[in-house]
């Protein structure tokens, strides 16, 4: 079955690191996004790329980066310059600009 | 700029009765409009869309939504939920040929026995 798939679903980190986030699609989009889930505040786009080699600051991309060096993956990492990185990330993909977003599952951050 | 309201945080509902969650988009060109539903912990599943033609889409478990391009609203509306319908619901704008999607906040549905 296509999907996306986001790995681990909880991860936990001590405070200062770098961590890094799996995304995976096999649904053949050019489009994929991260987006930041807090409680109350809805999604939040970090980082989205149209293409292979080409990626777009979201609204709150600071403390974060990616890289998209195949089409396939898109993986997020959560810098020691992220402030408050304890939230619930999620990525998606679409075909660009014409379709709806496919999500992954999510990972569960907790930063201690 | 762009950008998406839900007007309730919150709606709790009796099970069997009817419910509506209210979504105003802001835009000067035409956009595609969305609902997701999330459950505890996942990801986020498209209730249904609209791209173009009919202004009332229907979507899945007995969700439908009406497209109003003059009040600018997107209201997602079910005749009568169950238990499992208890989840957060996000109204989402795509731009035409654009890749940015806007998300409102989110309204969480509390169905209750």
């Known amino acids: 079955d296509g999907g996306i798939t986001q790995s681990p679903k909880y991860l936990f980190r001590k405070e200062g690191q770098n961590v890094t986030l799996s995304c995976e699609q096999n649904?053949?989009?050019?489009?994929m996004y991260w987006y930041r889930q807090d409680p109350g505040q809805g999604l939040r786009l970090i980082y989205y790329?149209?293409?292979?080699?080409?990626?777009q600051k979201g609204d709150i991309a600071e403390g974060y980066s990616v890289s998209r060096e195949k089409k396939e993956s898109f993986p997020l990492t959560v810098t020691s310059a992220q402030k408050n990185p304890t939230a619930f990330y999620l990525c998606?993909?679409?075909?660009?600009?014409?379709?709806?977003?496919?999500f992954g599952q999510g990972t569960r951050l907790t930063v201690v | 700029a762009q950008s998406v309201t839900q007007l309730d945080s919150q709606v709790p509902v009796f099970e069997e009765a009817p419910v509506e969650l209210r979504c105003n988009y802001s835009s000067s060109v035409s956009v595609y409009l969305f609902w997701y539903v999330q459950y505890p912990n996942q990801g986020l599943q498209l209730l249904l869309k609209y791209l173009s033609g009919s202004t009332l889409v229907k979507g899945i478990n007995g969700f439908e939504a009406e497209f109003n391009k003059s009040q600018t609203s997107f209201h997602l509306r079910k005749p009568s939920v169950h238990i499992s319908d208890t989840a957060e619901y996000f109204c989402?704008?795509?731009?035409?040929?654009?890749?940015?999607?806007?998300f409102g906040s989110g309204t969480k549905l509390n169905v209750k026995p």
């Open positions: 989402a704008a795509l731009k035409y040929n654009f890749n940015k999607f806007y």
């Open positions: 998606a993909s679409s075909i660009e600009g014409v379709t709806e977003a496919f």
């Open positions: 790329s149209q293409i292979v080699n080409d990626f």
């Open positions: 649904l053949n989009h050019d489009a």
